[in-house]
């Protein structure tokens, strides 16, 4: 009996997806580096920094996403073509963007801790001075959202496990009053 063959990878297609999968790589790296980087701006309490942060994350990671859609088919390719050789070296490479990728991960999960930790600082900072957080001008609650509730009561931003609690007030980089 005859065993149906399969044609290898033409060794340029190999290489370009070996090459692909090693930019894709670099821009997870690069993406982790530049989201620890600007996790270092936020630290002076600009609201205006916060957003242009997000905004650059939230487009950084729509690029990499657009690159691993790109990547998969030249994958797909020498996984389904390839020599053991070009095998063992497609899953080498895809282990070191995989590390590099949970890193990605692990940087866009500390900026959004750190964004979490912001917005519970101004919603008790709003509490303390007797405003519901999303409240209209002249601190009126908008409709259907609650009145303004004593800082005394538990509410989103002072419950346990939210932010670090209604505990004693202290000085902080976001309100400057200290």
């Known amino acids: 009996m005859i065993r149906p ?30 989201v620890d980087g600007q996790r270092a701006t936020l630290n002076d309490g600009d609201g205006d920094k916060a957003i242009a942060v997000t905004a650059d994350a939230t487009r950084g990671f729509s690029e990499l996403e657009q690159g691993a859609r790109r990547l998969e088919p030249m994958v797909r390719e020498v996984r389904d ?29 500390n900026l959004s801790l750190q964004l979490e930790a912001w917005r519970d600082a101004y919603g008790r900072q709003l509490a303390d001075l007797g405003l519901a957080p999303g409240a209209g001008e002249g601190g ?22 939210f932010g670090r609690g209604n505990t004693a007030v202290r000085p902080t980089l976001i309100d400057r009053r200290g």
């Open 81 to 109: 073509g390839g020599s053991a050789d070009q095998l063992l070296e497609m899953q080498r490479r895809m282990e070191a963007l995989m590390r590099e990728a949970r890193d990605a991960e692990t940087a866009i999960h």
């Open 5 to 34: 063959t399969t044609p290898t990878i033409d060794p340029a297609a190999h290489k370009a997806a070996m090459d692909a999968l090693e930019a894709q790589r670099a821009a997870y790296r690069r993406f982790a580096r530049a």
């Open 140 to 161: 009126e609650a908008e409709p259907g959202v609650a009145p303004a509730e004593a800082p005394t009561r538990r509410g989103p931003y002072v419950q346990p496990g």
